[in-house]
T-cell receptor, first 112, second 111 residues
C-alpha cells in the first residue's frame, strides 16, 4: 500500500516569509496529490491538488510541485499571513484501493 | 457546495458501550470514508465504501465496523467501546475525482 512521509512536523515563520512543506510517497502508480488545511477546531479543507500529468500548479500565494521520478511533492506558501497558521496535511492516492493516504501533518505558525 | 454532516460534535461513552457515529453527504458521492485523527498521527483510515452495501478495511479497522445501507449515509460502529478509541472521528466523501470533502468531526471520549 501507499506510505506518505511529511516534513517538518512543525514550522514557524515570520509574516511575509515563505513556507515549504515536503512529502514523499511510495506508490509509483499514484497520480493524485491533494493538500488540506485544518484550522483549530475545524474540518480539513482542500486547498490545492495536483495530478501526475503536471509538475506544478499555482493558486495565488499557494503552489504545489511534483517530482514523480523522486516520488516527492511540496507545498509552497509565499508572503505568509497570520491566517495561514494551521495544520497542513499532504496526501497521495493509493491506486490499489482508490483511497487517500495522509501524511502526519505540519503545524505552521506564522508570527506577526 | 458539498455538505457532509456528522450526527454529533461531541460524545461521551462508557467502556463497553456500543457506539454509533453517523455521516450523511448530500452530493450523491459514491465513495465514503471514516478516519480517526490523533495528534502526531495524521488521519488514519478506518473503513471506506465505494457503493451501497460495500465496505473495505482501511489501515486500522480493528474494533470497528461500518454500515452503508443508503448511498448518502455511512455509519461507523464501535461494538464495545474502549478507552483507546477516544479520538476525533472524521467522515469524508468523494466522487470519481477523489477530491475528498470532510464532515465537521465527532470528538469521542470513552471513560
Amino acid at each position: 500500500g501507499e506510505n506518505v512521509e511529511q516534513h517538518p512536523s512543525t514550522l514557524s515563520v515570520q509574516e511575509g516569509d515563505s513556507a515549504v512543506i515536503k512529502c514523499t510517497y511510495s506508490d509509483s502508480a499514484s497520480n493524485y496529490f491533494p493538500w488540506y488545511k485544518q484550522e483549530l477546531g475545524k474540518r480539513p479543507q482542500l486547498i490545492i491538488d495536483i495530478r501526475s500529468n503536471v509538475g506544478e500548479k499555482k493558486d495565488q500565494r499557494i503552489a504545489v510541485t511534483l517530482n514523480k521520478t523522486a516520488k516527492h511533492f511540496s507545498l509552497h506558501i509565499t508572503e505568509t499571513q497570520p491566517e495561514d497558521s494551521a495544520v497542513y496535511f499532504c496526501a497521495a492516492l493509493d491506486t490499489g484501493r482508490r483511497a487517500l493516504t495522509f501524511g502526519s501533518g505540519t503545524r505552521l505558525q506564522v508570527q506577526p | 457546495d458539498v455538505k457532509v454532516t456528522q450526527s454529533s460534535r461531541y460524545l461521551v461513552k462508557r467502556t463497553g458501550e456500543k457506539v454509533f457515529l453517523e455521516c450523511v453527504q448530500d452530493m450523491d458521492h459514491e465513495n465514503m470514508f471514516w478516519y480517526r485523527q490523533d495528534p502526531g498521527l495524521g488521519l488514519r483510515l478506518i473503513y471506506f465504501s465505494y457503493d451501497v452495501k460495500m465496505k473495505e478495511k482501511g489501515d486500522i479497522p480493528e474494533g470497528y465496523s461500518v454500515s452503508r445501507e443508503k448511498k448518502e449515509r455511512f455509519s461507523l460502529i464501535l461494538e464495545s467501546a474502549s478507552t483507546n478509541q477516544t479520538s476525533m472521528y472524521l467522515c469524508a466523501s468523494s466522487d470519481f475525482t477523489h477530491e475528498q470533502y470532510f464532515g465537521p468531526g465527532t470528538r469521542l471520549t470513552v471513560t
